[in-house]
Each structure stands twice: as structure tokens, then as C-alpha cells.
């Protein structure tokens, strides 16, 4: 039985972004660099997360450096441009987004914008002849998913997502001890992973803007910790959603979800995620 949560926050992760938001993206095969030039990062969407988190961290990265910023907001360039010293032919707004192809500052644009613009700026990042990270989830279709990874091949540039765990090393022992069984074959295992929204980022609990509530935000650490513990993917799933207690708040997308994966070795993950109250952020396996 093995029961790891967690231990690195996405700021730790940025920290090490220099050793992998996949390793095929930041991989030396993919830049052509002189070892004393970091990589310059675009953030497009200044939110909650970009100010929070990803632009104080891209000051302690040691191959990458915040560059340039994408906001439709005039204040948010101005404080940004004076707190992180940017250069105003690095500053641009969604309708100006398209003449960062004359940026060679510019190498890698972080899309951290809501969920169903993902797909967009990932396009237009590409054809732009940017490499791209993409927060997740990848997008809010199957077919702006496919039209996201048409845009970056026709470029010859890479497309990363944001899914960090994968390079967590506790994950990875999880992945280790799962795929190789070394303690056997895994038989269960029980995830959770939520909180309570208070609605300081309305846009998430918007259909047409996040695709989902917490299953598209929350959800998807569950959904992928059991896959890459078992290394299968699931042959049935079953699915409820919970109750809705403040039903304004979530009229458009679910509360909160529980559901249970059946592999084809006769294994199963029971999953749970929330907007309407604090889960313990767990992934355990039962052998």
C-alpha cells in the first residue's frame, strides 16, 4: 500500500522548469542557444496564477526568464512592465498578440488564459513560430486538442502541457512502484482532489469559458495519477455528480464529481473531486 500526496507546489515546479515542463520541451535538441542565454518566456494572461505564482517564479529559473506579457488589461501591462523592468516592444494585447513573429527575445508563450481560449493562442503562438506551454486542461474539445497539436507540427515547434506531476519525483516513484509492481499488482486505488471555491475567478465556474468545473480543473490530477500508477487506461467508468448546494454559483458546471474506473486486470480507482469543499489532495495504491 502507497500513499503519497503531493510534496512540490506548482511554484517549486517552476523553479526547476529548466529540467523539464517536459524534458522534449526545454531539451537542448530543441533550442540552439549560447549556454549563457536563457530562454525567453511570454505570458499570455495575467491572472491569478501568472501574477500568483509563474512570474515570481521565472525570476529564480536558471534557463529561462520572464520576457514578454500578453494582457488585454492597460493597467496590469504598466504595473507589470515596471515591477518585472519590461520593455514595451515586449508588452502586447490580444489584438497585437500576432507581431511577437518579430520578437526573437521571445522563444517559448506560456498560455495561461481560460480554458476554451486555450486553443487559439496555442495556434496563433505556433504560426507566430513560438514554441508553446499550455496550462491545463489541453483544451476544452477533442477537436481544438487536434487542432492544437496540426498547428504545432506544421510549425516544427513544440507543445507542452502543463501537467507538472508527470516530473514530480514522488509521482514519479508512484509510477515506478505501480508499472513494475513492485509490491504486487495494484488492485485499488483511491483519489481525491478539491476545494472550496469562492468564486475570486468567476471564469471556472463558466461553462462556455472552462468547459467543466472541478473535473476539468481538479478532477484531471485524479484522473491521471490512477493512469500513470497502473500505466493502463481504464475499459468502464461509472459517474455521479454530487449535490449542488449553492445552486446559483454552480448553475452552469458540476459541483463536484465522484466516479469509479474499472481496468481490464480487474482493478479499480474510486475518484473524487470538489469545488464545494477541502479534499485531502491524495493518490493511494492498494496492492
Known amino acids: 500500500m502507497t500513499d503519497f500526496r503531493p510534496a512540490a507546489s506548482r511554484r517549486d515546479f517552476m523553479r526547476t522548469l529548466s529540467l523539464g515542463v517536459g524534458a522534449s520541451l526545454l531539451a537542448p535538441s530543441a533550442f540552439a542557444l549560447p549556454p549563457e542565454r536563457k530562454l525567453g518566456v511570454a505570458l499570455v494572461g495575467l491572472g491569478k496564477y501568472s501574477t500568483g ?24 501591462a504598466a504595473q507589470w512592465k515596471q515591477q518585472y523592468q519590461l520593455a514595451d516592444k515586449d508588452i502586447y494585447n490580444y489584438q497585437t498578440f500576432d507581431r511577437i513573429i518579430d ?9 495561461v488564459t481560460p480554458n476554451a481560449l486555450h486553443a487559439e493562442f496555442v495556434v496563433r503562438a505556433a ?4 514554441h508553446v506551454i499550455c496550462e491545463k486542461p489541453m483544451a476544452t474539445t477533442v477537436a481544438d486538442a487536434q487542432h ?55 471564469w471556472r465556474v463558466s461553462k462556455s469559458l472552462a468547459g467543466g468545473g472541478p473535473l476539468m480543473d481538479m478532477g484531471i490530477y485524479c484522473l491521471q495519477g490512477c493512469l500513470y500508477t497502473k500505466g493502463q487506461v ?6 455521479k455528480f454530487a449535490p449542488k448546494a449553492d445552486t446559483q454559483l454552480f448553475k452552469e458546471v458540476e459541483a463536484g464529481l465522484n466516479w469509479q474506473m474499472q481496468f481490464a486486470d480487474g482493478s479499480t480507482a474510486d475518484c473524487r473531486t470538489s469545488y464545494a469543499e477541502n479534499l485531502a489532495g491524495r493518490l493511494r495504491a492498494e496492492a
Open 53 to 76: 505564482q509563474l512570474a515570481p517564479a521565472l525570476q529564480q529559473t536558471k534557463l529561462c526568464r520572464l520576457v514578454g506579457i500578453v494582457t488585454g488589461s492597460p493597467a496590469k
Open 103 to 111: 520578437n526573437p527575445d521571445i522563444d517559448i508563450v506560456y498560455v
Open 127 to 130: 504560426q507566430a513560430g513560438k
Open 148 to 202: 492544437m497539436i496540426a498547428a504545432s507540427k506544421k510549425a516544427g515547434k513544440k507543445l507542452g502541457i502543463g501537467y507538472r506531476l508527470h516530473f514530480e519525483p514522488h509521482h514519479q516513484e508512484m509510477m515506478r512502484l505501480g508499472q513494475t509492481q513492485a509490491y504486487g499488482k495494484i488492485n485499488h486505488l483511491l483519489t481525491d482532489n478539491g476545494f472550496k471555491f469562492n468564486n475570486d475567478t468567476p
Open 234 to 239: 481504464p475499459i468502464a467508468v461509472t459517474a
